[in-house]
């Protein structure tokens, strides 16, 4: 959502990280700053106010995305309510707006403070396609060698990425992923802490976040055969049924985990508040939707629920 311009004023002007990528500019120099530089390298003009609440919400997103685009196109803030002059000779009536220039001239823009994604797309679409950030390979590289099993190569790879990105979502997930792995249920639960509120719904730190849940629900359980033991003298024993899926999860059985819950709704679908679907699910969300164990269930649940 983009904000009137309307005038007004604040104390405190948006901070550029004090970098050549990303500066500010006056009407004095606009010219040099954004007309000449823009002739060997493309310039984002982002106009905004102290007063713009969606300027806030920009500044930092599109900042990010110029330094992570490392070069290939440089952020120039212009304060309309400083320097007003360009920003009318250019008809700007709302902000945040920002305008992309080329060669001397204004090639393509946008108003109102658009998420990360969209941002880089517009980079993209002004620069070219840039590369993946050192973050992004970092990132990669820990993904791949978490699937190979290597925990303790994938987790260096991660903290490297959060050295420079705190706030990747990708490598918190990662960091605490190879956490779980190795048994470090606190230090996996300390890991996803890092991250704001917001990032709650991310799909791979819910999934993270149903796999932890999942090892503080296995804590204390008892071991496999006293439950199987259980089982055989009353099939019926729903609790250590539900006990024993929770255990052969943690010990990498899904199947196995999934059969005991599915065999509790083929008996007692209600039983205790359908408490074995809800399971199931949790299990799906922490399996990921692609999990081989994941699909299975998921057709059998189906058949189950609308047969």
Known sequence: ?????????????????????????????????????????????????????????????????????????????????????????????????????????????????????????????VAGPVGPTDEETLVSEGEALLAAGDTAGAAERFASALKSAPESIPAVAGLATCLLENGEVEHASQTLDMLPESATTDPKIAAVRARLDLAWQSEG??????????????????????????????NGDRDGAADQLLEILTKNRSWEEEKARKQLLQFFEAWGPMDEATLAGRRRLSSMLFA
């Open 1 to 125: 959502m983009s904000t009137v311009f309307t005038g007004g004023d604040s104390p405190d002007p948006a901070a550029n990280g004090g970098d050549d990528l990303v500066t500010d500019t006056t009407t004095q120099t606009f010219a040099a700053d954004v007309i000449e530089a823009s002739v060997t390298q493309p310039v984002l003009v982002d106009f905004w106010a102290p007063w713009c609440g969606p300027c806030k919400t920009l500044s930092p997103v599109i900042e990010k995305a110029v330094r992570a685009a490392r070069g290939a196109v440089k952020l120039v803030k212009m304060n309309i309510d400083e320097h007003p002059a360009i920003a009318g000779q250019l008809g700007i009536q709302s902000i945040p707006a920002v305008i992309a220039f080329s060669n001397g001239q204004p090639i393509d823009g946008f108003v109102g403070a658009l998420p990360e994604g969209q941002v880089k797309e517009f980079i993209a679409k």
């Open 221 to 250: 359980l008892a071991d496999q055969a006293p439950l199987e033991a259980r089982i055989a003298a009353n099939p019926n024993d729903f609790e250590a049924r539900f006990d024993l899926a929770l255990v052969l999860n943690e």
